[in-house]
């Protein structure tokens, strides 16, 4: 394994330390995350040289350069010309399928990996279709600051089979669109992802 590859797996090891170190809801689970939290860390070691005191002080939370969270939705059509919306265990409105990026993951990688996690299709990308600062859109106010990248994909597989946090999973025409979950998606960003369906050809929009 070279040495890029294995520091990205530190990376995203650090990442799910983090996360479990944030939503730990028992001291075992907490002494476990710091145990994997250090296993990255050793491992960041090995391939930067790095000493660990310094990869200790330079990934502390609060020594973190604060950056923008990204989320990343997949736009995908049925021969219908009707797009594909999950319905949101957390809220029971329907979004397009995605969530976070995740460290050591491509954009087109989250795109395709949320898509079969949520609905049981396997996608491919076709074309990103919009790069939007969530602040610059109606969504509800929210503490995170917020990228939305919207990628258009194509089903070559699979059938529907919900994820644990996903209600339902359909398609719906561009007049039959359900209640969103406003906080994902909102009518607007629907309605620009179906001119793309009508023309191939625009181009992508970025704020």
């Known amino acids: 394994m070279s ?19 944030t939503y730990a809801n028992n001291e075992y ?6 145990e994997l939290e250090q296993i990255s860390l050793e491992l960041m070691n090995m391939v ?38 999950v319905k949101e265990k957390s809220d ?10 995740d460290i050591g993951l491509s954009p087109v990688d ?8 949520e609905t049981g299709f396997t996608v491919e990308p076709v074309k990103l ?10 969504h509800p106010p929210e503490l995170d600051y917020v990228y939305k990248i919207f990628i258009q994909c194509r089903i070559f597989h699979g059938e529907y089979n919900p994820a644990f946090d996903i209600l339902e999973v359909d398609f719906f025409g561009r007049d039959a ?3 969103l979950s406003l906080d994902r998606v909102l009518p607007a960003q629907i309605s620009l992802m179906f001119e793309y ?11």
């Open 197 to 207: 369906l009508d023309d191939p050809d625009k181009v992508a929009v970025v704020d």
């Open 29 to 34: 689970d907490a002494d476990r995350y710091k």
């Open 92 to 101: 029971g409105r329907w979004s397009l399928p995605g969530g976070w990026a």
């Open 177 to 179: 669109i359900p209640p």
């Open 48 to 85: 930067t040289e790095h000493p660990l005191e310094i990869l200790t002080t330079y990934f502390h939370h609060k020594k973190e350069y604060i950056t923008p969270k990204v989320d990343i939705r997949a736009v995908v059509f049925n021969e219908k010309q009707e797009i594909l919306l």
């Open 110 to 117: 989250v795109a395709v990996k949320e898509t079969f996690e």
């Open 129 to 138: 279709l919009a790069v939007m600062d969530k602040r610059c859109h109606t």
């Open 3 to 21: 040495s890029t590859n294995l520091l990205n797996i530190a990376k995203r090891l650090k990442t799910m330390s983090h996360l479990g170190l």
